[in-house]
C-alpha cells in the first residue's frame, strides 16, 4: 500500500527548463570565457549568463536574452544561482563536435541536484549530468554604463591588429582616449609601441570623451579578450571614473539575433586626470 501511495505522488517540476535550437553560438560564447575552469550559471527571467572570475581582477560574461530560446521556463520569478565547472559544460553541448548543429535542452531541477544537458541531432539524444556547487558571489564591478568617463565603439578586427603589433614582453599595455583618438600603448623590450586609432577614421564608429582617460592594465589579463575578438561584429570599449574597463562583444547569430559577451578589468596604477577629479 505505501509503495502504490508512492507512486501517485506527483513528480516535481523543474525549476527551471531552456531550450534553444541551434546551440553552436552558444558554444562559441563559451569559449570566450574558458580562461577559467569554473562558471556561475545565473538564470532569470530576463535571460541567461555564464559568469566567468578570475582572482577578482577580470570577469567574463555571456549574456543570452529569453528570446533566444525557443523554449524558457522557470518555475519563479527569483533568479536561480549555481556553479558547474566550464569545461564539462562546454564538452556536453559540443558533444556532436564543432560547428555541428544541435538542438540544446537545459533542464535545472533544485538546489543540490544535477545540470541535466539535452543535445538532439537527426533523431540522436546526447544526455549529460553535470554535478553542481553552491555558488560564490558574483563580483560586482559597480559599472555605470550610463555615464563612463570614455566610450569607444569600433570595428574589433582593428583592435585585434593593435593587439598583434604591441610588444608582448611589456607587462601592462595602457588605454589613452581624448577626444580625438583612442591610443593602445605598450612599454618593453622593443621599446614604447603606440597604436592610434583617431576619431574620425574608418575604424572607429563613436568616441566620447571629455577628457583625457588613460589607465593601464595588465597584459595578460587582457590577453584573453582576444578570442572574442575573432567572433563579434561589434565591438564597444568604456572605462569609468576609478579605471574599471568594460569591454562589450556583440555576436550576430544566423537570424539576427545577439549574443553579448562583456569582460570587465581592473587597472593598475590610475594616472588618468579623472583621478584628480576632473570633470
Known sequence: MASAMRQ??????????????????????LKALEFHEKCLVDISKSGLRIVVNDQNCIQGIAY?????????????????????????FM????????????????????PGLPFKIM?????VVLRSLIDTRNP?????????PISPAARVIMKPEMLQEAFRELDQSS????????????????KGDLGV??????????????????HKVEYSYKLCLLKRVIPSLNMCSKLSIRIDHRGILSMQFIIERYDNT?????FYCIPEIPTSEEENGTD
Open 91 to 110: 564538452e556536453s553541448i559540443n558533444a556532436f563536435g564543432t560547428g555541428v548543429m544541435g538542438m540544446l535542452k537545459l533542464i535545472y531541477d533544485g
Open 171 to 186: 607587462l601592462s599595455v595602457e588605454f589613452m582616449i581624448n577626444p580625438f583618438s583612442l591610443n593602445i600603448i605598450t
Open 193 to 210: 609601441i603606440q597604436v592610434e586609432f583617431p576619431a574620425h577614421s574608418e575604424q572607429m564608429e563613436q568616441l566620447d570623451c571629455r
Open 136 to 144: 560564490e558571489e558574483i563580483l560586482d564591478f559597480d559599472f555605470n
Open 8 to 29: 501517485n505522488v506527483p513528480e516535481r517540476p523543474p525549476m527551471a527548463v531552456l531550450k534553444m535550437i541551434d546551440s553552436r553560438h552558444f558554444y562559441t560564447a
Open 119 to 123: 543535445l538532439e541531432r537527426d533523431g
Open 258 to 262: 545577439l549574443i553579448f559577451l562583456e
Open 64 to 88: 543570452l536574452n529569453r528570446e533566444l530560446f525557443a523554449e524558457y521556463f522557470l518555475i519563479r520569478d527569483e533568479d536561480i544561482i549555481f556553479g558547474i565547472p566550464l569545461y564539462v
